[in-house]
């Protein structure tokens, strides 16, 4: 059985940061591209940053130079450092697993910045 538990939201002012923690099981962890993705209340889910099997990183452009994905194959756990926090950052925040036509998601942690 697979499963995403995401951990590490919470409410935080601006400015701040906060860490995400993503761990993994049922699956080859290091197979797999990690992702964050976000959802706003009322506004579609988006992308955040991924990580490929050979840690190549991908961001969104509203993140670039505040967040940092980084992932752990030993402990299967993909984080995600996200600093200089904004109101606008609030949402909820999702971990995803893909490996060609495998696609996992976590349930998403509540991540609220007060201005």
């Known amino acids: 059985q697979v499963q995403l538990v995401e951990s590490g939201g919470g409410l935080v002012q601006a400015g701040g940061s906060l860490r995400l923690s993503c761990a993994a099981s049922?699956?080859?962890?290091?197979?797999?591209?990690m992702g964050w993705y976000r959802q706003a209340p009322g506004k579609q889910r988006e992308l955040v940053a991924t990580m490929t099997s050979d840690s190549s990183a991908n961001y969104a452009d509203f993140v670039k130079g505040r967040f940092t994905i980084l992932r752990d194959n030993a402990k299967n756990t993909v984080y995600l450092q996200m600093n200089s926090l904004k109101p606008e950052d609030t949402a909820v925040y999702y971990c995803?697993?893909?490996?060609?036509?495998?696609?996992?998601w976590g349930q998403g942690t509540q991540v609220t910045v007060s201005s």
């Open positions: 049922g699956i080859i962890f290091s197979m797999y591209t």
């Open positions: 995803n697993a893909v490996l060609k036509w495998l696609n996992y």
